[in-house]
């Protein structure tokens, strides 16, 4: 039911990262603090937390660049 829609992999430093999407989003579905979740994930990096945090925004943005 839950897709992996962001990057398997972080594009900035090429952590493996599309595995812990699901879990990301089933912490803080469920009420959980999104940096405290990212902490315990080992998502460390800026360049991996935006993946998270702001990948909604990330795949207008890419779409944009579509025809
Ligand atoms: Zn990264």
């Known amino acids: 039911m839950i897709k992996i829609i962001i990057p ?35 998502l460390k990096r800026y360049c991996c937390r935006q993946l998270f945090l702001g990948h909604v925004d990330l795949l207008k943005e890419v779409s944009a660049f579509k025809p």
């Open 8 to 42: 398997v992999r972080c594009f900035t430093c090429n952590k493996p990262v599309g595995h812990l999407w699901e879990d990301y989003k089933k912490r803080t579905t469920a009420g959980e603090d999104a940096g405290n979740v990212m902490d315990q994930l080992g």
